[in-house]
């Protein structure tokens, strides 16, 4: 399997459906990924999106094991790691390093529903963050 350096790379709004094709399947072949993203974006080809990969591998986002005829693509990292990279990367630039920002301008702007709110104050009141 090839790796680079991901930690610097930020994936695309394209290349984050691609990730999230990855972390839903596993690793995966290009027709694989295609397959997974077809339904929901109706012009997407397999040209496309073999194009994107080999970009994403280019750049670091993915990993290729080239041992088989078609190579298997998976995420460098996961999505955990991927969405903390972002989520600190956000912070930062939009608003001036807060977390307290990012989090109330999500929850003033209607972007957590009253189940996942009640989910984030009974772990904030068990201190489980």
Do not use: C
């Amino acid at each position: 399997m090839t790796t680079n350096n991901s930690a610097a790379a930020k994936p695309t709004s394209a290349e984050l459906d691609v990730l999230q094709a990855l972390w839903e399947t596993g690793p995966a072949t290009v027709k694989q990924v295609h397959a997974a993203m077809a339904p929901a974006r109706d012009s997407l080809t397999y040209a496309n999106v073999l194009r994107l990969m080999q970009i994403m591998h280019g750049k670091g986002l993915l990993t290729r094991d080239e041992s088989e005829r078609s190579h298997v693509y998976a995420a460098a990292q996961s999505q955990k790691a991927t969405q903390g990279g972002l989520v600190k990367h956000l912070i930062g630039k939009a608003f001036a390093g807060s977390g307290k920002a990012l989090v109330l301008a999500a929850l003033r702007e209607g972007h957590v529903s009253k189940k996942d709110r009640d989910e984030i104050e009974a772990l904030l009141r068990d201190d489980k963050l």
